[in-house]
């Protein structure tokens, strides 16, 4: 899983040099997140300056089971004078979680509620958002073990997406 996961970072980043060398103002980003709990890709459709969507897919525990979520966000506060190359932002929202796993004593799947709050910053003359962001998940598993997943409160990562 781990091979898999560079090669995409490697291709979007190759990608997206190869496209573009300056930003661009457009409602569509994809990318990659590393959490605490979670590996996803990640596609985001930005509504207006003020909100967007956040759909991801991946792997949970590393490679103990599939996740998929979909989160609504607001852009809670923008800085773009900060830095004269970067625009940095704090955002937040809430959404759902569905997957399966096979982690631990769980066996089965699970859904459940899901929050996001990040803050990162964006090239100004490049299309890429870096960013650190917390997205608490309270799962309930349902199969063999029925229960709580508790690495879902735990998912701190980082995320790299590209605006297209």
Request: proline fraction near 4%; hydrophobic fraction near 40%.
């Amino acid at each position: 899983m781990t091979s898999i996961i560079k090669k995409t970072l490697a291709s979007l980043c190759l990608a997206g040099a190869a496209l573009t060398a300056s930003a661009q103002d457009t409602p569509h980003a994809i990318g990659i997140h590393f959490g605490g709990a979670t590996w996803d890709l990640e596609y985001q459709y930005h509504f207006s300056q003020k909100n967007f969507l956040d759909v991801t897919v991946g792997a949970f525990m590393y490679n103990e089971g599939f996740n998929a979520s979909a989160t609504y966000n607001w852009n809670i506060r923008q800085w773009d004078n900060w830095t004269p190359r970067l625009s940095w932002r704090l955002w937040g929202g809430v959404g759902g979680q569905v997957g399966w796993t096979q982690w631990d004593k769980y066996d089965g799947v699970y859904l459940g509620p899901t929050g996001q709050l990040g803050f990162g910053f964006t090239g100004k003359n490049v299309p890429f958002t870096l960013g650190v962001d917390y997205r608490p998940a309270f799962l309930l598993c349902i199969g063999d073990e029925t229960g709580i997943l508790t690495p879902g409160f735990y998912n701190l990562g980082m995320t790299l997406t590209y605006r297209f």
